[in-house]
């Protein structure tokens, strides 16, 4: 009777897990259609030099591009921006949600 309830928590656990995409947290998601039309992460992170962030890291998630750093006001925060447009979607800080662009 153990073994039975030891498999079956198994097979739920690996049947949720395999449920959750890989490399997407969730916080936001873009339809930017295909990676060809994408602007690169260098222009995100020369644009938002120019604005006065420090980019500490940058990667591809949920379709977005993804940015851990500071803001000009000093924050630390991660970040989500739409690839084609650059255009800011998220920011949020230790679990705050310091900007949301709606719809998003």
Excluded: N
């Amino acid at each position: 009777m153990r073994l039975l309830t030891s498999l079956s928590l198994a097979a739920a656990t690996a049947l949720a897990v395999a449920s959750v995409p890989a490399s997407a947290t969730g916080v936001i998601t873009c339809k930017a259609g295909p990676v060809s039309g994408w602007k690169s992460q260098q222009a995100l992170t020369d644009k938002l030099t120019k604005e006065g962030w420090t980019v500490r890291k940058a990667r591809v998630d949920g379709g977005c591009y993804e940015v851990y750093g500071t803001t000009p006001e000093g924050d630390r925060v991660e970040a989500y921006f739409h690839p084609v447009t650059l255009e800011k979607l998220y920011v949020g800080r230790r679990g705050e949600v310091l900007f949301r662009k709606a719809g998003y």
